[in-house]
């Protein structure tokens, strides 16, 4: 017995309701049909359907039975969707991607307007987090990492480390002064992130890291506030509450347009590796390929 093909008949027998419909819709015999359930019951040892000279319906089992059936065919569809996107140069489908909030608003998302442009038959599903989701189960195809790699069997191709800039509206500097060494940071208003795993909350003090000519410094600073969101970082910043260290994507069209001060911009501050992070096995598919080609394109360290 074939059981794939004994299954799809099954699904068939259930969605027509009767033998001979099903017979019609699969291009066989009525007896053909009848010999595909009997076998498939002999298989199962159960009864799948309740059958009268009036009408058929499903057992208990065959109810539950039907359901995994449509999933079985729907993952043999998917897999057969999948090697025929693999064998062919077009790039198509959808592909799952997930970035850093900062990196893929300011940077990914206006760029994805061009990569679509380029591959039109390709549909993206974008999530912006700073989890780092694993991708097999998620089912992503690329990811864009922050910090340091973990060991891991997926292929890590370096993009341009992720910088950050020191930084204030020129409405706080005239307000309270500008620093002029790192030291000067204690005498003013530091805005900071909030960390979700941060333990100790309640202490609103944070130690900033910064390079110069004497080596790394390290200053405590606080601040009025402390809040979870760059994006709300960066709003206090320039309506003037305080100093910020933000990423660069975030702050740079406004320390392009003014409305932020580069600071302190003798000291370098910390920077963290960025990289694309993407399945070997699934490098296959033209879509993922177009994908990391194009990112590479724009951000290849």
């Known amino acids: 017995m074939d059981l794939f093909q004994a299954m799809s008949v099954y699904v ?95 940077r990914l998302a206006p760029a994805l307007s061009e990569f679509s442009r380029r591959y039109p038959l390709i549909k993206l599903y974008v999530v912006l987090s700073n989890q780092r989701v694993d991708m097999i189960d998620s089912g992503f195809d690329a990811a864009i990492r922050l910090g340091e790699l973990e060991p891991s069997s997926l292929i890590a191709r370096p993009m341009q480390d992720y910088t950050i800039t020191l930084c204030a509206s020129k409405d706080y500097l005239a307000r309270r002064g500008t620093p002029q060494t790192p030291e000067d940071l204690q005498q003013h208003d530091c805005l900071a992130f909030a960390y979700p795993s941060t333990d100790d909350w309640r202490n609103a003090d944070k130690l900033w890291r910064m390079t110069g000519a004497e080596g790394e410094v390290e200053i405590p600073v606080s601040g009025s506030l402390t809040i979870n969101s760059s994006q709300a970082l960066r709003q206090a910043a320039v309506q003037g509450m305080g100093i910020v260290m933000l990423p660069d994507a975030l702050v740079q069209p406004d320390l392009q347009t003014g409305k932020l001060v580069a600071l302190l911009t003798a000291y370098q501050l910390p920077s963290r590796p960025m990289h694309l992070m993407y399945g070997q096995d699934r490098y296959r598919l033209p879509k993922l390929r177009a994908f990391v080609d194009f990112v590479m394109e724009k951000w290849a360290r």
């Open 12 to 106: 068939k027998v259930v969605e027509t309701g009767s033998m001979t419909a099903a017979a019609q819709a699969c291009g066989m015999s009525t007896t053909m049909v009848g010999n595909h359930l009997r076998a498939l019951e002999q298989r199962l040892g159960v009864s799948l359907l309740k059958r009268t000279t009036r009408k058929q319906s499903l057992t208990e089992f065959g109810g539950q039975y039907y359901q995994r059936c449509l999933e079985v065919l729907g993952l043999v569809a998917d897999s057969e969707q999948l090697a025929e996107q693999a064998n062919s140069d077009v790039p198509k489908g959808t592909l799952r991607i997930t970035a850093p909030p900062a990196f893929g608003t300011e």
